[in-house]
């Protein structure tokens, strides 16, 4: 009878533990499930809030552009900035930072800003970009626009006034830059190379090409006085 019910207790005991493990698994298993549920809920919600973070970023892009269009140059900008501030994709951002460069230097005329704002794009984006390459071609032009000034103050007149004509001619150059580089081109001509009929021209050059320009009137000037 001992031995029965030693057998019969032992047996109890492990069905006992069998239940026991069975419910440890079932409730690790649960648990697993339940942590997956989330992850999974976790990752929609991430990607729902990643697509409408793009659909944010274009329709403030668009935003811009219609402020650019209407002539509200101050608006387009300060626009362009805020999409620097939401954590925008690299390329609508970089995008914008060009634009922002590009808008100061062909219709505010303003060198200085446009510059600072085409380093902020080559500096802070992914190198190999659309809108980064093209921030990098615009300083390029920028820092020929340094080397024609230091050339000049070594008193090579004739090399300075080419690079100027060069750095004017490219195509794609901001305009307040082109304006400034012809205009001191012919006055390089006129003044340390004796050639007002070159002179003549780049000053005509400035003239056409560069309405809005401060460089406009000082040719203008020039060309009276030829």
């Not at 780049?202 to 000082?218: C, T």
């Amino acid at each position: 009878k001992r031995r029965k019910a030693y057998a019969a207790k032992k047996a109890e005991e492990v069905k006992l533990a069998a239940e026991a493990a069975k419910k440890a698994e079932e409730a690790k298993l649960a648990a697993e499930a339940a942590k997956k549920t989330e992850e999974e809920a976790k990752k929609a919600e991430m990607a729902e809030a990643i697509a409408q973070q793009a659909v944010d970023c274009q329709t403030k892009y668009d935003e811009s552009q219609a402020a650019y269009k209407d002539g509200n140059l101050e608006a387009n900008i300060a626009l362009k900035r805020e999409i620097l501030a939401m954590g925008c994709d690299e390329e609508l951002s970089s995008r914008s930072q060009y634009y922002i460069g590009w808008t100061y230097g062909n219709k505010l005329f303003d060198m200085v800003a446009a510059q600072a704002e085409y380093q902020k794009g080559a500096n802070n984006y992914f190198s190999g970009l659309k809108y980064v390459e093209k921030c990098e071609e615009k300083l390029a032009l920028y820092k020929k626009n340094d080397e024609a000034e230091a050339v000049y103050r070594a008193g090579d007149f004739a090399k300075a006034a080419a690079l100027r004509e060069e750095v004017g001619l490219t195509k794609g150059c901001d305009k307040e830059l082109a304006a400034k580089n012809l205009y001191q081109a012919g006055y390089i001509h006129q003044k340390k190379l004796n050639d007002n009929a070159k002179a003549k021209t780049l000053y005509e050059a400035v003239v056409i090409n560069f309405s809005g320009s401060r460089w406009v009137d000082m040719a203008k000037q020039k060309l009276a006085d030829l």
